[in-house]
C-alpha cells in the first residue's frame, strides 16, 4: 500500500513562491500516475494538476496554468509541485495522490492513495 507525504507549505506573501514535495513508499511510484489537489476552507477538494508515471503527460487547472509546475523524480520515489506568483487565492491544504491504473486524471475520485496534506497560506 503507497504511502504519502507532503511537504513544503508554509506562509508566503502574494507574489512568493512555494515548492511542495510528496515522498511516496511502499508501491511501484514510478508506474504511477500522481496529482496535487487542493481544498480550501468551506470548499470542494479541487484540481490542481496532474502528471503521468513518466512525465510525458502533465495537465493543470486553468487557475494556476503557466504559474505551476508539477514534475517528479522516479529514482527518488518523489513529487514536486513549483508554485510561483502566488495569490491569496491559492490558500489552501494541498494533497498529493496517486492513481494505481490509468494515465492522467483530474478527478479526486480516480486516485487510490492520498496524503495528510501541507498548509500554503498567501497573505496580500
Known amino acids: 500500500q503507497a504511502q504519502l507525504v507532503e511537504s513544503g507549505g508554509g506562509l508566503v506573501q502574494a507574489g512568493g513562491s512555494l515548492r511542495l514535495s510528496c515522498a511516496a513508499s511502499?508501491?511501484?511510484?514510478?508506474?504511477?500516475?500522481m496529482g496535487w489537489f487542493r481544498q480550501a476552507p468551506g470548499k470542494e477538494r479541487e484540481f490542481v494538476a496532474t502528471?503521468?508515471?513518466?512525465?510525458?503527460?502533465?495537465y493543470y487547472a486553468d487557475s494556476v496554468k503557466g504559474r505551476f509546475t508539477i514534475s517528479r523524480d522516479n529514482a527518488k520515489n518523489s513529487l514536486y509541485l513549483q508554485m510561483n506568483n502566488l495569490k491569496p487565492e491559492d490558500t489552501a491544504v494541498y494533497y498529493c495522490?496517486?492513481?494505481?491504473?490509468?494515465?492522467?486524471?483530474?478527478?479526486?475520485?480516480?486516485?487510490?492513495?492520498w496524503g495528510q496534506g501541507t498548509q500554503v497560506t498567501v497573505s496580500s
Open positions: 502528471i503521468s508515471w513518466s512525465a510525458y503527460n502533465t
Open positions: 495522490a496517486s492513481r494505481v491504473w490509468g494515465d492522467i486524471a483530474m478527478e479526486p475520485a480516480s486516485y487510490d492513495y
Open positions: 511502499g508501491g511501484t511510484f514510478s508506474s504511477y500516475a
